[in-house]
């Protein structure tokens, strides 16, 4: 799963922003995008979560894709691609050797 969260992660980094898509939701880390990538990023890294962080990942992860549908067309892959990540983000939270 490590392995498709990073190839998620690569893919979502080497695509184009679509038009539609708040460029400032990007780097904003209040935003789903910026909070995506960087909860991916520390999970990647080993960093452990607190509680509070783990629960604010699967939260993320329950309306990531529910979203998909209210945006525009052109805008709905990228969307996609960040609830994937997401998914596996939180799979991987959920999954650490420490809590098994």
Same mark, same amino acid.
């Given at each position: 799963m490590r392995e498709e969260l990073e190839a998620a992660?690569? %893919?979502?980094? /080497? %695509?184009?922003?679509?038009? +539609?898509? =708040?460029? +400032?939701?990007?780097? =904003? %880390?209040d935003m789903p995008a910026a909070?995506?990538? +960087?909860w991916a990023t520390l999970v990647l890294a080993?960093?452990? &979560?607190? =509680?509070?962080?783990? /629960?604010?990942? &699967?939260? &993320? /992860?329950?309306?990531?894709?529910?979203m998909v549908g209210l945006m525009p067309i052109e805008t709905r892959p990228y969307f996609a691609r960040l609830g994937l990540i997401t998914a596996l983000t939180a799979a991987l939270v959920v999954t650490t050797p420490t809590e098994l």
């Open positions: 992660v690569r %893919a979502h980094q /080497a %695509a184009s922003i679509p038009p +539609g898509v =708040d460029q +400032g939701s990007i780097t =904003d %880390a909070s995506t990538i +960087g080993g960093v452990p &979560l607190t =509680d509070s962080e783990r /629960a604010e990942v &699967l939260e &993320l /992860a329950t309306s990531s894709f529910s």
